[in-house]
């Protein structure tokens, strides 16, 4: 008897390339190869976020000219489910643009706004678009290559003088164990050396951040699939308990490097410079701590007591939460926290939930625990400020909202599918 074919997976169309044009070119703004620092540079760091927002236009466009049979457009879903998110992106704007009109502020959070409200355009292409299962898988795909070669390159400069830091991007590259540790792979020595090489990423960026986004990692991989495994296969036990050891007896030699070169080849005074810039954002919320200051004021100062050269010391504080808090006050904290809980809650009850192994499942978990690690990430840098940086983080957040929208879509039309054939039956038992 004959095997059935798997269903044909869409291919991208152009609107989709567009929009995988700017993650694609976000990836290689963060990975910079040659050094280039373009996203620094004015007339480039936003380019990435202009292809993205055409590709959304333009599938958005599509998808109402030429319309799927049978299906309805769903124009309020992605709003509904990133709703805190998207009046808070609204509201930093609005703050924003007041400041640099009239207050003549030209550093303003408006960055943070922008890239914010980019989440629901993502979750709107990856639930429209038909080839949303290539969409998330390019991204994912293309993301592995950029991690692998920083983490080569860190890797090489470790030691020297001239060290290589990908600082501020552990929540892009090590949760990628999680999607090569759940998606069906036929080799399973290749799944688990791609999954050990992102979780070795953790140690490699030499920051606690780094160590605190793999322990995070580990901890999820244990809840949606190790913990079955540990209990049904001995081998695996074995393994585990191993690379375990491994893992721990790295992290520690690593722990004490960084201990030892602080103040050597490594910057000083970074805890105390951190501990003013939160000193100061603190403030700010206690003058203020309903609705801070709308985001009305410049999202850079000018630090002094210190001697830093990026930047000549004009920098953010470093820590995108302290700075909801001190610019919105306990309303920015409030949707802020309310946008996470109500997409994780969605994301749990229609993609997340149970062990299905399926590509889009696996992909929904590691974008799940790369949204989950950002939010440690920028807790504690400036990730929200800078273009490239926000647009990856928001965008993963996106696709996990669109994917779930889209099984949740799928599950509802799948029932009324079966309830009408249900009447239909009955009808024509009846007649």
């Not at 943070?112 to 994912?140: D, E, H, K, N, Q």
């Not at 860190?154 to 552990?170: Q, R």
Request: proline share 4%.
């Amino acid at each position: 008897m004959a095997k059935a074919k798997a269903p044909r997976i869409p291919g991208l169309a152009m609107s989709d390339y567009w929009f995988m044009l700017g993650l694609w070119l976000a990836l290689f703004f963060v990975a910079d190869p040659f050094d280039w620092r373009l996203d620094l540079i004015s007339l480039t760091k936003h380019l990435p976020l202009m292809l993205g927002v055409a590709g959304v236009l333009l599938v958005n466009i599509g998808q109402w000219l030429f319309p799927p049979k049978n299906s309805k457009p769903h124009y309020w879903q992605a709003f509904s489910v990133s709703m805190p998110l998207t009046l808070l992106g609204l509201w930093i704007v609005m703050g924003s643009t007041y400041a640099r009109e009239f207050e003549h502020i030209n550093n303003t959070f408006v960055t943070v706004g922008l890239y914010m409200l980019f989440a629901v355009m993502t979750a709107r292409v990856v639930m429209l678009s038909p080839a949303r299962a290539r969409i998330v898988r390019y991204f994912l795909i293309s993301a592995a290559f950029a991690a692998v070669f920083m983490i080569g390159r860190m890797a090489a400069t470790m030691g020297s003088i001239e060290m290589v830091s990908y600082h501020e991007l552990e929540a892009l590259v090590v949760p990628l164990a999680v999607y090569f540790a759940l998606r069906p792979m036929g080799n399973r020595h290749w799944q688990a050396l791609l999954t050990l090489t992102f979780l070795a990423g953790g140690l490699v960026f030499r920051k606690n951040t780094g160590f605190l986004v793999l322990g995070m990692t580990l901890l999820y991989l244990w809840i949606v699939e190790w913990r079955f495994r540990f209990r049904e296969s001995g081998a695996f036990r074995f393994w585990t308990a191993l690379w375990l050891a491994v893992l721990i007896g790295a992290g520690t030699i690593a722990y004490g490097y960084i201990a030892y070169q602080r103040g050597e080849i490594m910057p000083t005074g970074n805890p105390e410079y951190r501990m003013k810039t939160y000193d100061r954002a603190w403030e700010r919320f206690l003058d203020s701590p309903v609705w801070g200051t709308s985001f009305t004021m410049a999202a850079t100062e000018k630090f002094k007591g210190y001697q830093i050269n990026a930047a000549h010391g004009v920098l953010p504080t470093h820590s995108d939460v302290l700075d909801l808090a001190a610019q919105g006050g306990m309303i920015a904290l409030l949707l802020w926290v309310w946008g996470y809980i109500r997409i994780i809650r969605f994301s749990m009850r229609h993609v997340l939930r149970g062990r299905e192994r399926d590509d889009m499942h696996a992909a929904a978990h590691a974008l799940a625990c790369m949204s989950l690690t950002s939010i440690v990430v920028y807790a504690f840098n400036p990730i929200l400020l800078q273009p490239a940086k926000a647009l990856l983080l928001w965008g993963e957040l996106g696709m996990l909202i669109g994917i779930a929208l889209y099984f949740s879509n799928t599950a509802k039309e799948a029932k009324k599918a079966v309830t009408a054939n249900q009447s239909t039956a009955i009808s024509e038992v009846k007649s």
